[in-house]
């Protein structure tokens, strides 16, 4: 005979959209595979939503259904809120600050939220002796934040880096395969369901910023700070980069880097060249991708579905059997007490290499003038392409550098930027090293 089951945990879920439909169809389906794992049942005791008529995909006739979700977060009967509405603020924070206030633990997929406010709302769920987890908050399905709070426990991290939205991941493998400019490809995105109706939170890098933020917070066990990270999206990538980058060998990728350096902790999010042989450049179309560097593990790849009502749902119900088995862990790895802050490494001191695109007018002179430019900065230029030959147009032009500090280069770029036969403002991609 099986021990008798505890009782069962109880959820109050608030939000019932793509995430919160997806884990009420989970914890239905796999009811019983999750009661095992965890030693007694989950079930949703108390729902929230805008639209009470809205189909969810499950029979929701016998769960407590609630107009405000804040209300829901205060409900006596409920052991566990799942915040699955969204935003940084508003009516999600207040769920999550009600639900820690009562003594409740918080499970949330709030990537903006966490990156904003982690570090506070840790610090309420440690003094309340509750947990606080988001495995789904950062790459969706991919379970990375256990992976490196828990599985990497023994490691000191030097870098991580990964491809921390699908969306621009989707937009710029289409554009190389299907040859299209990025407004066409992201049209078609949007029609798919892969972008957003307003764009921009992802494809200008704000997504991928929020999970790196959160990454970095567990990796090196400082406290959040979304404010640090250098951010620059995708939107000025053209069909003309990406050909060049095959013909260098790379990849153009939207990544989000954490790195220990000299002058700190760098944090930026930005289109990068890697090498076509990394694990990184092969992860294509909507996966996501995290790469760990740790000092005793080496370095540790995680890829995966990065979004999507069913992958993100595996993610929080991970949480959930975490919860209902009793094995409640510090929010951030460490405690409150314990986070360092580690200053941060400002972008004008990154050193790399760089990819250079010009637009220039095809006459004599023209490539001394770039070089002397580059000369004056000392940025020492690795290789050059000149393509084809069109005496008195606009031809392009692209060279690579070796390693150079970053306000060098930008120096440089503004130098070459007032050349009168360059047409258009240089285009710059940083060269990552993996
Ligand atoms: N979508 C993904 O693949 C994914 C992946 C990882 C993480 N996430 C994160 O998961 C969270 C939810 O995302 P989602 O894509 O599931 O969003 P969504 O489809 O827009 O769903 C949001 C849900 O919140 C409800 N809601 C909105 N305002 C509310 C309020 N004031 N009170 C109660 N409920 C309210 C909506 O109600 P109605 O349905 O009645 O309108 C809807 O059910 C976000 O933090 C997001 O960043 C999403």
């Known amino acids: 005979m099986n021990p008798p089951l505890k009782p069962p945990l109880k959820l109050g879920i608030a939000g019932l959209g793509t995430v919160g439909a997806g884990t009420l169809q989970l914890l239905d389906r796999q009811a019983d595979v999750i009661a095992a794992r965890a030693g007694r049942r989950i079930i949703v005791a108390a729902v929230s939503a805008r639209d009470r008529r809205r189909d969810r995909g499950v029979d929701l006739s016998a769960v407590r259904w609630y107009d405000d979700a804040a209300v829901l977060a205060a409900d006596p009967e409920i052991d566990v809120v799942v915040e699955l509405i969204g935003g940084a603020d508003g009516i999600a924070l207040t769920v999550v600050e009600t639900a820690l206030a009562h003594n409740k633990h918080v499970v949330t997929a709030n990537k903006a939220l966490m990156a904003r406010h982690g570090t506070r709302l840790a610090e309420m769920a440690e003094a309340a002796g509750v947990a606080l987890a988001f495995e789904a908050s950062v790459a969706g399905g991919i379970p990375v934040i256990k992976t490196l709070r828990e ?16 969306t621009c991941n989707y937009i710029l493998t289409t554009m190389r395969e299907s040859g299209r400019e990025f407004g066409e490809v992201l049209a078609e995105a949007q029609k798919l369901g892969y972008a957003e109706a307003d764009p921009s939170f992802d494809i200008d890098g704000v997504d991928a910023a929020h999970k790196l933020t959160i990454l970095a917070s567990v990796a090196f066990g400082r406290p959040v700070d979304f404010d ?15 050909d060049f980058a095959e013909e260098l060998g790379y990849r153009i990728k939207l990544l989000g880097i954490a ?42 790849v995680l890829q995966g579905r990065g979004a999507g009502a069913f992958p993100t749902a595996s993610a929080v119900a991970a949480d959930l059997v975490d919860i209902a088995a009793g094995r409640v862990v510090a929010t951030f790895g460490v405690p409150g007490a314990a986070l360092q802050p580690i200053a941060g490494a400002p972008m004008e001191r990154h050193h790399g290499a760089y990819y250079i695109r010009l637009m220039v007018v095809d006459q004599p002179g023209v490539i001394a003038e770039i070089a002397a430019a580059l000369r004056d900065q000392s940025v020492s230029m690795e290789s050059m392409i000149q393509r084809g030959r069109a005496p008195g147009e606009a031809v392009p032009i692209v060279l690579t550098t070796h390693v150079t500090v970053e306000a060098s280069m930008r120096r440089a770029l503004e130098a070459i930027g007032r050349l009168d036969t360059v047409l258009e403002a240089p285009r710059m991609i940083r060269i990552e090293d993996f």
């Open 151 to 166: 599985g990497l426990s023994g490691n000191r991290f030097s870098r991580l880096y990964g491809i921390l939205n699908g």
């Open 228 to 242: 640090g990270v250098y951010i620059e999206g995708i939107r000025h990538i053209s069909r003309l980069d990406i």
């Open 259 to 300: 790195r220990l350096t000299e002058d700190g902790l760098e944090q930026r999010v930005h289109p990068c060249m890697v090498k076509r042989d990394t694990p990184i450049a092969a992860v294509e179309g909507v996966f996501n991708a995290v790469v760990a560097e740790g000092d005793f593990v080496g370095r540790v």
